[in-house]
């Protein structure tokens, strides 16, 4: 009998292995939709910065807005991304969990447990196995968007650079002089 409950019990066990990594998922997801959230508003702060009269004086003003107006929808991309991630690994958890009380009912009614278990957990690993692909692609989409603001810091800073150019600051040294 003792066996019997040690067998159940680790039965229940294994789920929670899946459980918490889809938990760890979990937080990270939550994260990364925080993240996307800051973004969003800092480049509409930004970008309201660029329209104002001074905003539009700016070196790339106009390079810039650009930049914002075609990052918006991929963040919005995102977002809908993250949020079926985690929608997945909600669900994860969920038959997982169930998983482990349907085992743990089964040895308590003294009845077997038969295939419902297996398939439900089945179910779950795959939900989990969805949210980590979804979460991949969103990682590859984020890297895209990173390398062209990345793209444009390079612009920005080569016109500024080129502001500073000790030829054009030897000509402005000498129209001070005169």
């Known amino acids: 009998m003792a066996d019997s409950g040690l067998q159940v019990l680790t039965a229940m066990i294994t789920p929670a292995v899946l459980i918490s990594g889809a938990g760890t998922l979990l937080m990270s997801t939550s994260s990364r939709l925080g ?3 800051d973004r969003v508003r800092q480049l509409t702060a930004r970008f309201k910065e660029l329209v104002t009269e001074d905003g539009r004086q700016e070196g790339l003003a ?3 807005k650009r930049l914002i107006v075609q990052q918006l929808p991929r963040l919005a991309r995102r977002s809908r991304i993250i949020v079926r991630a985690m929608t997945s690994l909600y669900l994860a958890v969920a038959l997982l969990v169930l998983t482990s ?3 743990g009912s089964s040895a ?11 398939m439900i957990a089945i179910a779950g690993s795959a939900s989990l196995a969805y949210g980590a692909l979804l979460l991949s692609f969103e990682t590859r989409l984020s890297a ?3 390398r062209e603001e990345m793209k444009f810091l390079v612009a920005l800073g080569e016109h500024y650079a080129g502001l500073y150019d000790e030829r054009l600051m030897k000509e402005v040294g000498e129209k001070l002089d005169v």
């Open 35 to 37: 993240r996307v959230t």
């Open 144 to 146: 895209s968007t990173t």
């Open 62 to 64: 106009r390079e810039e």
């Open 108 to 118: 308590l009614l003294n009845q077997a447990a038969g295939l419902l278990p297996v």
């Open 101 to 103: 009380i349907l085992i």
